[in-house]
């Protein structure tokens, strides 16, 4: 059974009274184990498909299916509960809470698990050391680097221990180099704990680093490619 499986997804975003086709008719279906990226110029939909495959944002019409179970018949709670257990999310622009350490902003996700303290500092220690960042802990964002920073991100979206990664852009505020290190680090931790990531993506080089590309226009799959 695949891991997720949307089934003609489309989002209609109204601005007054104008509709914004966002998405048209999108099927998608993601496997166990991938690492997938989603390429698409400016507005061609990519974060509004990563916000509905992360159960951030609902379809106008379509169905999202994860392992089999449509994520519509969940209540709020639930819903919440199976982002919080499943999935990882990974924003273009870090979303790091600035008052808060490394570690505090990686352990954050887990307050509301059903963990003790020390399991807690454990295992968002263990997630800064997965990210090579185990000695800055203690730094707030502002004391760390641009692809530090994404880091911590990565590490708090991985501390949950997801099936699953989306990431939104993860390379788009970060120099070349940095951006291929923290692609190498996500293909490393899939090769390693099969942790399934979607990322979407500009940059032709990141786009190589996948093992299958979709391509979105105008909110349409235009074209698919996979690397044998
Ligand atoms: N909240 C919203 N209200 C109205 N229109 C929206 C909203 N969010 C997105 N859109 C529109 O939906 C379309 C798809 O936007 P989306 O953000 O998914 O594109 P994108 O591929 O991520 O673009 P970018 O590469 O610039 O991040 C665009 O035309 C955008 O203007
Ligand atoms: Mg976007």
Redesign the pocket.
């Known amino acids: 059974m695949p891991l997720i499986e949307a089934r003609s997804l489309s989002?209609i975003?109204?601005?007054g009274k104008t509709e914004?086709?966002?998405?048209n008719a999108v099927n998608l279906t993601v496997e166990k184990g991938e690492f997938m990226a989603i390429a698409?110029?400016?507005?061609?939909?990519?974060?509004?498909?990563?916000?509905i495959l992360g159960c951030i944002e609902k379809p106008t019409e379509g169905s999202v299916l994860f392992d089999g179970k449509n994520v519509a018949q969940l209540s709020g709670n639930q819903l919440a509960d199976f982002r919080l257990n499943h999935i990882g999310f990974i924003f273009?622009t870090f979303n790091l809470i600035p008052v808060l350490t490394a570690i505090e902003n990686v352990e954050f996700p887990l307050l509301k698990m059903p963990l003790s303290k020390r399991e807690r500092r454990t295992r968002a220690q263990e997630a800064l050391e997965s990210v090579g960042l185990g000695g800055l802990a203690h730094r707030k964002p502002d004391e760390l680097s641009g692809g530090q920073r994404q880091r911590v991100a990565i590490a708090r979206a991985l501390v949950g221990r997801p099936n699953i990664v989306l990431a939104?852009?993860p390379t788009a505020n970060l120099d070349h180099a940095t951006g291929l290190a923290v692609l190498e680090l996500m293909s490393d931790l899939n090769s390693r704990l099969g942790t399934v990531f979607v990322f979407?993506t500009?940059d032709p080089k990141v786009m190589s680093m996948a093992r299958r590309v979709i391509s979105?226009v105008d909110?349409k799959i235009v074209e698919e490619t996979t690397v044998p």
């Open positions: 989002k975003y109204m601005l914004v086709h966002a998405l698409g110029p400016s507005g061609s939909g990519k974060t509004t498909l990563l916000n273009q939104d852009e979407s500009h979105l909110g």
